[in-house]
């Protein structure tokens, strides 16, 4: 059960077939259900969403399928905001990770990946991802959670992991998470994940600092603008436990 923001539902990373954006979870899914007999998956993650609507939407209707395995990521988005505080986070995802666990599942949590050095002028809220990670780490030990520590992960340095926006992964990205969950859960990670990256494409190379701002930092700012979210018309793409084929 995959719980979470545009992270966890995989944006980023297009369906070679056509349909929702893929992502880590699903790539994790696949490679799980090889080695795990009737394995199912759901992923109730919407992009766009903070950290207390996460909760307050995903948890329950996550407990109530009795899951054995449990991902949860939130609070990158938070920490975006103006008057972000990392305490009430944290303080709350220890009371999420204590019900997910007497519910007799596994949890799995996340440090975020830096982002920082790809976007201009985010540098200057480092600390508050880095606080946040910290306070990450410190529920998982106190809680005997695993922990996928994306942010020691230094192959995110790499810009070819990240999608033309610059905030979210891209495939590539993507699938450098399911390898850091397989490895962290030992599942065999599919050996193809490790081939050389490609060149990263010219026209990435060339975008300056203004004309991302244009294209992607603006119709950010407008959204918080107005009071809309990415994902006001988005419903979990796997809602339900089903197994994976």
């Given at each position: ?7 966890t539902?995989g944006?980023?990373d297009?369906?070679?077939e ?6 880590w979870?699903?790539?994790f ?8 007999p ?6 109730l ?7 207390d609507?996460?909760?307050d939407?995903?948890?329950?209707p ?7 395995l449990v991902?949860f990521a939130a609070?990158?988005n938070?920490a ?6 990392h305490?009430?986070?944290a303080?709350?995802?220890h009371?999420?990770?204590r019900l997910l666990?007497?519910s007799?599942a596994q949890?799995v949590l996340?440090?975020c990946a830096?982002v ?5 002028g985010m540098r200057?809220l ?8 910290e306070?990450?780490r410190?529920?998982?030990?106190r809680h005997?959670a695993i922990l996928?520590d994306?942010?020691e992960d230094r192959?995110f340095?790499d810009?070819r ?9 891209n495939?590539?990205?993507h699938?450098?998470v399911?390898?850091d ?5 030992g ?5 193809a ?6 060149d990263?494409?010219r026209?990435?190379?060339?975008m ?5 701002a244009g294209?992607?930092?603006?119709p950010?700012?407008?959204?918080r603008l107005t009071?809309k979210?990415?994902?006001d018309?988005?419903?979990?793409k796997?809602p339900d436990?089903?197994?994976v084929k």
């Open positions: 059960m995959a719980i979470g923001d545009s992270f539902e944006v980023g297009p369906d070679p056509g349909g929702r954006d893929r992502g979870a699903d790539l899914a696949e490679r799980a259900a090889e080695e795990w009737g394995f199912a998956y759901a992923n993650a919407v992009r766009g969403r903070l950290f609507r996460i909760v939407e995903q948890v329950v996550a407990i109530r399928q009795s899951p054995d991902s609070g990158a938070d975006l905001r103006p008057g972000y505080n305490v009430p986070l303080t709350r995802a009371e999420v990770v666990k007497a007799g949890v996340f440090t830096d920082t050095p790809h976007i201009p200057m480092r600390k508050r991802f880095t606080d946040m990670n306070a990450y410190k529920v998982a030990k005997d996928v994306l942010w192959a340095d810009p992991l990240w999608a033309v926006d610059r905030l979210h992964m495939t590539l990205g699938t450098r399911a390898y969950v397989c490895l962290a859960l599942v065999a990670p599919d050996p994940w490790l081939d050389p990256l490609p990263l494409p026209p990435r190379r060339e300056n600092g203004v004309q991302w294209r992607h930092l603006a950010w700012v407008k959204r009071g979210s990415s994902g018309a988005v419903t979990p796997r436990l089903t197994k």
